[in-house]
């Protein structure tokens, strides 16, 4: 199962450092949340990632949609990625209680 991403979720990069989403999308709410969508994610940021090397800047395709909303995949914490091109796997950690969407 995985973790649907809402404003109510903190994402950090592997490398610690902080990921801006864009707005949720309010069509979809969990706990009054809205829940982020593929659209949040040209306005995404990373700020304070510690790999010197090629630091974390945005997030990328979440792949195949599981679920939509208005038209845009539904953002999964195990489906996205991080990284100067989308390759870093991104570390969700979600506040309150979890939702879980099977993704067999």
Do not use: F, Q
């Not at 979809?28 to 995404?44: E, F, H, Q, R, V």
């Amino acid at each position: 199962m995985s973790t649907i991403l809402t404003e109510a979720a903190t994402e950090k990069c592997s490398h610690g450092g902080t990921v801006t989403l864009g707005p949720g999308d309010g069509t979809l709410t969990i706990d009054g949340k809205a829940a982020y969508t593929a659209a949040a994610l040209p306005s995404t940021s990373i700020a304070s990632c510690t790999n010197t090397n090629a630091p974390c800047t945005n997030a990328g395709d979440p792949g195949a949609a599981l679920l939509t909303v208005n038209k845009s995949a539904v953002l999964l914490a195990d489906k996205l990625t991080t990284g100067p091109a989308g390759a870093v796997s991104l570390t969700a950690v979600v506040t309150g209680a979890p939702t879980y969407v099977t993704t067999d």
